[in-house]
């Protein structure tokens, strides 16, 4: 199939055609994998929260929506603290009422049946211990985990099917067993898990009787139409961390599948990947587009039942394209649902360019450590019940002016616009995006230009007027009198007072970035941060000699989500580019950069400093505007330095909130 296939707009597309599967038809081709909430009520429920949630993908045109992972067993079974789960028949009415609204849209469900096996959470375990095949420690988790007896397994295999009895009960369309990501099924499937010597171990038969079991069981109490999908880890990935042949490999993935089709699956879900191959289940943002395509053909040319799998899908041409050539039958993604719930009515309607891409920063994934699903460009994520798609039209024949073009101005000015303000935003530079800009530069960032793109046609169909090139003083503010001001004049770089920093080979990683500075032969990178990182590997791709990347504390860029951090220190590793940590600089001269550490001063010869130690709020006009009494609302960076995730949510909200002032 040639490119020009896959450009078919709107209704033509394969994509929006119905598919069947058994008794189940799908109105189209897309599909929402399951992506874990901690939205559910507190008893296993799905609630309002998670169900409006699941109701804006619904309405946005999901064909198919697959729950998140759901609990079947309530002593070991918790993959999230905030979890829906189906371990006993008072879940079934409750989940039955989400369902019936889901229906009402079209889009058919899914239900996750899911068991965390050693990687789940030890303080939500009854005994503080997870349970898994074999008692084998997950390295990078390092969770205790014991080995299951026999009588738990069956009992296992028996939760399994009582949770598929309850989801069909409440009107789910099929089931999913969850046997990828290194989770309890997967671990059985796993020759590097499952070590066991009783029949649910052994050989390929033994490692295939625990998830067998479980479809057969549900054959019987769900009957023969019911839909069975299994996702399945179709490589493991071990390679990645310097471990080729071990645990499930390609060959052995697409003999699961193999296997899996003819004890009766449905639908194989092709995903990889375990957490201590964490990076090739939810890839970062420098992974390429469709990577996983060879995966998915193996497991395609081994079976004859629908193959759907996730390739950090994320336009309608890239998923027409897999469907053409016959990859996939179903398009699987995830993020790019977070993104935008209207990604199905978008792709439907060929209005591509209106869809706001995932970017794949990682801190959806991030969030579920400490609370509820976010996305960093979809503010409304998570918060569907709070906040209507739309506000209410309360600013007609109001102004508003927004002062800075990042993220946060740019997501004010909208809102602001939505809400029927005549907006002005003025930028200092020639181009919106902030720190967006210099940030899509380093390898593998472009699709943060994304972001920026998606911005400047959002504002132009929002009617807000951008003003390039303009600075704005308090003077210009106060003269431009709208009833609605916000300050969102970002970051400035901040410069520790040190000697030698007024140096002409010191240089800021930001303005690296940009293409500002002039970078000798050899560099030096202070801070470790994840522009460090990345300033360091792009001007390692440039041809310069990183010496290496300085970091005064005892970790490398502390604080940063550690699957970003790894996606960009493996590549400057594998360069052979240090990573030095407990190194806090001195002071720089026209020759070297000198640090001290807890032993020893450390001079490095080197040619320019670049500096990424941090960013510091840019808040003068803010403050000049509070001094002379205008009210203005500081959005973004300018309040407190943090990601785009923290920025777009400031924007949103002070855009949808703001009061005119009297
Ligand atoms: C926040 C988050 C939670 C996820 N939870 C689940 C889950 O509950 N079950 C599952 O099979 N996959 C889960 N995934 C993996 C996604 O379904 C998907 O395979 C992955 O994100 C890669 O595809 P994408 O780039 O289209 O999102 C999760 C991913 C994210 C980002
Ligand atoms: S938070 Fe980032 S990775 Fe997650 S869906 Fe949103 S843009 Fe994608």
Not at 74 to 93: K, N, S
Not at 115 to 142: M, N, W, Y
Request: charged letters at 20%.
């Amino acid at each position: 199939m040639t490119n020009d296939t896959a450009q078919v707009h709107g209704a033509n597309r394969l994509l929006t055609t119905p598919f069947t599967i058994g008794s189940l038809t799908i109105p189209n081709r897309t599909v929402m994998t399951p992506v874990g909430t901690n939205l559910a009520d507190p008893d296993g429920t799905p609630g309002k929260r998670l169900t409006a949630y699941w109701m804006e993908r619904a309405r946005g045109g999901c064909g198919l929506l697959v729950s998140e992972i759901i609990r079947v067993n309530e002593v070991h079974g918790a993959g999230l603290p905030r979890q829906l789960a189906l371990t006993r028949d008072e879940h079934v009415a409750p989940l039955r009422e989400a369902i019936e609204q889901i229906h009402s849209t079209g889009t058919k469900f899914l239900a996750q049946l899911h068991h965390p096996g050693s990687e789940g959470i030890p303080p939500l375990c009854a005994d503080g211990v997870t349970v898994s095949p074999s008692g084998v420690v997950v390295r990078t988790t390092k969770a205790p985990t014991r080995e299951l007896t026999t009588d738990e397994v069956e009992g296992l295999v028996g939760d399994f099917i009582q949770a598929a009895r309850r989801a069909k009960e409440a009107g789910a369309d099929g089931v999913e067993i969850h046997g990828a990501h290194g989770y309890l099924v997967c671990q059985f499937l796993s020759p590097y898990t499952n070590r066991r010597t009783d029949r649910y171990g052994g050989d390929f038969d033994g490692r295939m009787r625990f998830v067998t079991e479980i479809i057969e069981g549900i054959r019987k109490v769900c009957g023969p139409d019911f839909p069975i999908s299994v996702r399945i880890s179709a490589s493991e990935m071990m390679e990645t961390i310097g471990e080729p042949g071990v645990g499930i490999t390609v060959e052995e993935g697409a003999r699961i599948a193999r296997r899996l089709e003819e004890v009766g699956v449905d639908l194989i879900s092709v995903s990889t990947g375990t957490y201590e191959t964490g990076t090739t289940i939810i890839e970062p943002i420098n992974t390429p587009r469709n990577w996983r395509d060879p995966i998915i053909r193996a497991v395609r040319d081994a079976v004859s039942i629908p193959v759907m799998g996730t390739s950090i899908t994320r336009m309608p041409s890239q998923a027409e394209q897999m469907l053409q050539d016959g990859l996939v039958d179903l398009v699987a993604m995830g993020r790019s649902w977070l993104a935008d719930p209207q990604w199905g009515v978008k792709a439907i309607e060929g209005r591509d360019d209106q869809i706001v891409r995932c970017m794949g920063c990682m801190a959806c994934f991030q969030a579920l450590g400490s609370g509820p699903i976010i996305c960093a460009l979809n503010p409304r994520c998570g918060h569907e019940s709070e906040f209507p798609p739309l506000p209410a039209r309360d600013l007609e024949g109001r102004s508003a002016l927004v002062v800075g073009g990042g993220p946060s101005g740019c997501e004010a000015a909208e809102q602001l616009a939505l809400r029927g303000a005549d907006v002005v935003l003025t930028e200092a530079t020639d181009r919106i995006g902030g720190q967006v800009r210099p940030g899509c530069n380093p390898p593998g960032k472009e699709p943060m230009s994304w972001v920026i793109d998606n911005y400047e046609q959002r504002l132009r169909r929002a009617g807000v007027e951008v003003r390039l090139g303009t600075v704005m003083t308090a003077d210009a503010v106060r003269g431009f009198g709208a009833d609605v001001v916000v300050v969102a004049t970002g970051a400035v770089p901040f410069r520790p007072a040190l000697p030698g920093m007024n140096l002409p080979q010191v240089v800021e990683a930001i303005d690296v970035l940009r293409g500002d500075a002039e970078v000798g032969r050899r560099v030096v990178v202070v801070g470790s941060g994840m522009t460090g990182l990345e300033t360091a590997e792009l001007l390692h791709q440039r041809g310069h000699e990183v010496i290496g990347v300085y970091e005064m504390a005892d970790t490398i860029a502390p604080g940063a989500f550690r699957q970003n951090v790894e996606s960009v220190a493996s590549h400057l590793r594998a360069a052979k580019i240090p990573l030095q940590t407990g190194h806090k600089l001195l002071e720089v001269t026209p020759d070297q950069a000198i640090f001290g550490t807890a032993q020893e001063r450390v001079e490095v010869p080197c040619d320019t400093v670049v500096t990424a130690i941090g960013m510091r709020p840019n808040a003068a006009l803010g403050q000049e505007l509070a001094t002379e009494g205008v009210e203005a609302v500081p959005v973004g960076d300018a309040t407190g330095v943090a990601r785009v995730a923290e920025a777009v949510a400031s924007g949103f909200r002070a855009g949808r909130t703001a009061a005119v002032h009297a």
